[in-house]
């Protein structure tokens, strides 16, 4: 989503996102989040649309991630998270 207030850090192989920072109220209330991401979740994340392209399923994702179908469950979780924090919207 566009103004998520969220900072995506990749990997030194720039291949896949290594962590995501969430920040939460604002000036002095404001709140840090970070949270570590799996392999598979980083991949998955990388291969997110952009907010101004056309949205994917996450099946989708997964396959122009080459993520394997055990992998499901974990990135079921993390898009969860992710829109609970407004970071990601469910289409």
């Given at each position: 989503?566009?103004?998520?207030?969220?900072?995506?850090?990749?990997?030194?192989?720039?291949?896949?996102?290594?962590?995501?920072?969430?920040?939460?109220?604002?000036?002095?209330?404001?709140?840090?989040?970070?949270?570590?991401?799996?392999?598979?979740?980083?991949?998955?994340?990388?291969?997110?649309?952009?907010?101004?392209?056309?949205?994917?399923?996450?099946?989708?994702?997964m396959m122009l991630a080459g993520i394997e179908s055990v992998n499901i469950p974990?990135?079921?979780?993390?898009?969860?998270?992710?829109?609970?924090?407004?970071?990601?919207?469910?289409?």
């Amino acid at each position: 989503m566009k103004n998520a207030k969220a900072r995506f850090t990749t990997s030194r192989s720039n291949d896949y996102i290594s962590n995501v920072v969430i920040w939460m109220g604002e000036g002095r209330d404001r709140t840090e989040r970070k949270i570590n991401l799996s392999i598979p979740q980083g991949r998955f994340l990388f291969h997110l649309p952009f907010p101004t392209a056309e949205p994917l399923n996450i099946l989708a994702i997964m396959m122009l991630a080459g993520i394997e179908s055990v992998n499901i469950p974990e990135i079921v979780d993390i898009v969860q998270v992710l829109i609970d924090f407004g970071v990601i919207e469910n289409c």
